[in-house]
């Protein structure tokens, strides 16, 4: 899915706005869930990064068709073989995006990322529906998997779809979860050493003090 260019500064923009308090008080919380809407501290100008990523990553294989990857300082850190980026303890991120992406490779050190499967089999990824949890808030249906498939994965942006409103999570105590549910798919022959890769555009606050 293409966007204009001026469309994905403004939402970059917002986002580094948001962090550092000039579109008002930020709170970490969910008052309707019986979660206190904590104050954040807004972040300085200087201590954002924009864009950043956080990448959480999971194995594609036929005999499991609900893929969950929860964003927050307790996630899985990288390893060779899962090329995860997680917030530290410290952090607050603004998230404006989102990007599914397929690897293929067994090591992060040769893995290819694109917005298609190889085969048939494996674009069954790309039929499926996204669940989203934010704190403790209900799970909604956020989108269908097809939105982030593009057999033009060359262009930038590629896989990319905006979240909004821009979603608030602190590293120590905020959690963003979002779930991938697919049709069956036993008995598919999915290509040998696939991946998941469900990233988070982000604008990322380094708290001091």
Known sequence: M????????DMMRYAFDTLSGKNGILHWGDQAKGVPATPIRPIPEKDITIASWLVQEQAFVSTESTYTFEFG?????ASPILNNFVLGDNDVVGVYGMILEYGIGPNTNNREYITSGVTPDDNSL????LFLQFENRQTTELVKSRAFRNEESYYDDAGFIFLNPVQIVTGRLGTFEIEIRLPSITGLTITADSF????LEVALGRASG
């Open 196 to 199: 998941i890769s469900m990233q």
């Open 126 to 129: 790309y039929n499926g529906q």
């Open 2 to 9: 293409r966007y204009d260019k001026w469309a994905k500064l």
């Open 73 to 77: 300082s307790r996630s899985p850190l």
